[in-house]
């Protein structure tokens, strides 16, 4: 194989694009041409709608996000045929022109409705399916038709092979992350301040300001904030810096280009429960503090960390001090530490890589 489509999505969290690119990174030394298509597009205008919505659905009324989320919970199969009948025009058009060898998709959205355009136009390429939840995968990530499917953890693997699909299909991967995050073969030292990442710890904006509030009334701490593409919780967090609410040591950033260097100097990150991020921070030893997370695809995804004790839960801004300051002070802060050295599941890259490499020719 010498040319790879991947189906993503550029602005709906950055789990997808992260995964995409690292693929596309570790395919780059081995001839392989990329091209990634932002799936959503190819659906039109109603898809580029629902790509821009997603974040301030999901930031400004949940509750909808909820609903949209149990009914493809409920009719799976009616949301892949839509999506089908959106975007096979745009689809058959850029697979034509370009000429795949192979399609992956890192989207749940992009699975069954792409199984059944190959098998409609006759087309004989392999399809792949790269799963980016790691307990409990929407409904929609389920397609008997791709030829293989990539999971995170063996969880979810069991999960699928319950649900009917063949075991040889299925091959547990790890999540790809990007090479720029740097796995350590040591733990993390403490000099002198604990650094606190905050990455959008919840999808409520007061819930958010809270726990910046919150985390910066510890001592000896370092805080900083990444509101990634949340500009509203940005500005926020601006306008209450501005009004002395929010001490002036605390830095507040907006979308980055450099997770790599914050994750690595930061000690604990509360962030809501992305797998991207839970893994980014896996993968540089930081210790995680699940604090929010998106109803129904996110809500599971913290027993990653509790089960593994890479970190704990608290998704009560009221709490956060006194948890903190608690774990701060015991033991169980090297532990951590320690412990998240063992991560697995964040190197997804190779193992995908390695495996479309090796079966180049079938």
Not at 135 to 163: G, L, S
Not at 332 to 345: D, T
């Amino acid at each position: 194989m010498k040319k790879i489509m991947i189906l993503t999505a550029e602005k709906t969290g950055n789990g997808h694009k992260s995964a995409s690119n690292a693929i596309e990174k570790k395919l780059n030394p081995f001839e392989y041409e990329v091209k990634q298509i932002d799936s959503f597009t190819m659906m039109g205008k109603i898809g580029r709608f629902l790509e821009n919505s997603y974040i301030p659905i999901t930031t400004r009324c949940p509750i909808l996000y909820y609903i949209a989320y149990l009914f493809t919970q409920i009719f799976p199969d009616v949301m892949h045929y839509l999506i089908y009948i959106m975007s096979k025009r745009k689809l058959k058009s850029e697979i034509y022109k370009f000429h795949p060898d192979l399609i992956i998709s890192v989207h749940s959205m992009f699975t069954k409705s792409i199984s059944h355009f190959l098998k409609k136009e006759k087309l004989n390429i392999p399809f792949y399916i790269n799963v980016i939840d790691l307990v409990k995968p929407p409904r929609v990530w389920f397609d008997k038709n791709a030829d293989v499917i990539f999971v995170p953890t063996d969880e979810v693997k069991e999960n699928y092979i319950q649900k009917g699909i063949n075991e040889n299909k299925i091959f547990v991967s790890g999540f790809p992350i990007r090479e720029d995050i740097k796995r350590r073969n040591t733990p993390k030292e403490i000099h002198d301040k604990v650094n606190i990442l905050l990455v959008n710890p919840s999808v409520n904006l007061k819930k958010n300001i809270k726990y910046v509030k919150e985390v910066a009334k510890l001592h000896n701490v370092s805080v900083s904030v990444v509101c990634g593409r949340d500009k509203r919780m940005h500005k926020a967090l601006i306008k209450e810096q501005e009004l002395g609410k929010i001490p002036k040591d605390v830095k507040i950033y907006g979308f980055i280009n450099n997770m790599n260097e914050f994750l690595e100097n930061a000690h604990i990150i509360l962030t809501k429960a992305g797998p991207n991020m839970i893994l980014e921070a896996a993968r540089s030893a930081t210790i995680i503090v699940i604090t929010g997370y998106i109803q129904g695809q996110e809500s599971k995804n913290y027993e990653y960390v509790v089960k593994n004790n890479f970190g704990f839960k608290c998704t009560n801004p009221n709490k956060i001090y006194d948890d903190l300051n608690e774990f701060i002070t015991s033991s169980h802060l090297n532990e951590c530490l320690k412990n998240v050295l063992n991560s697995e599941c964040n190197n997804g890259t190779e193992f995908i890589v390695n495996y479309i490499i090796k079966n180049k020719s079938k």
